[in-house]
């Protein structure tokens, strides 16, 4: 009977914790003090070059007038800031984001790490104001490799949305509310940290970042 009981009530919260893991957490940047990185997050880079410098700085265009920031403008190509955001870890997740590329003569790109292992293997998606294009990879013990990528116009100093929808090997990534692409990888199938993400020396502001874990 007790056996009974338990497997019934267990049945009835099953739905509620299925739409408890897929509330999206929304990263409230506007309310975080001006500085340094906040706690929830740690500074991580992959590749070579001067180490990352992220932080909260002011922005009277940003939501709530504030916005995450990589200011280190080291020119090193091969360098790919992260900041790392620690509460979450999921496989199927949908991340979004809103950044403007502010400056950098090597890269002003911007972009969204899901399924981060270490600071060498994760993907990415992101999108460059000097090349105009949005590009999808999978970085491998350090390796960047292209998987799949559009043409699309990415303008300075301006706000910009990147959208990042994994599921199982399946990706879309969308661009200013627009799908871009769809594709399909096998070589990260757990679950991992989600990261904002640069290149070179770009100084890139991100004020919206939400995280949505998906079933």
């Known amino acids: 009977m007790v056996s009974h009981l338990f497997i019934a009530i267990a049945a009835a919260l099953l739905p509620v914790a299925a739409r408890a893991q897929e509330t999206p957490t ?17 500074a991580e880079r992959t590749g ?13 265009s940003a939501n709530g007038g504030h916005a995450i920031a990589q200011t280190s403008q080291d020119q090193t190509d091969y360098r790919f800031p992260l900041a790392i955001y620690k509460s979450v870890n999921a496989k199927n997740v949908e991340a979004t984001v809103r950044f403007k590329p502010v400056d950098g003569k090597i ?3 911007g972009g969204i790490a899901v399924r981060l292992a270490t600071p060498d293997d994760y993907y990415v998606v992101r999108a460059n104001a000097l090349e105009d294009n949005v590009r999808f990879y999978r970085v491998v013990k350090g390796n960047r490799q292209q998987i799949e990528g559009a043409n699309v116009k990415v303008a300075k ?15 879309t990534v969308s661009f200013d509310g627009k799908e871009l692409y769809t594709a399909t990888d096998r070589t ?4 991992g940290r989600v990261a ?16 949505k874990p998906l079933p």
Do not use: C, Y
């Open 26 to 42: 929304n990263v409230d940047i506007a309310q975080m003090p001006v500085g340094g990185l906040p706690s929830d997050f740690t």
């Open 48 to 60: 070579q070059g001067a180490p990352a410098q992220w932080s909260v700085v002011q922005d009277a």
């Open 107 to 109: 890269d002003q790109a």
């Open 157 to 171: 100093n301006q706000w910009h949305t990147l959208v990042l929808k994994a599921v199982d090997d399946r990706f």
């Open 188 to 191: 990260f199938a757990a679950a």
């Open 196 to 211: 904002l993400w640069t290149k070179a020396d770009s100084v890139t502001h991100f004020d919206r970042f939400e995280i």
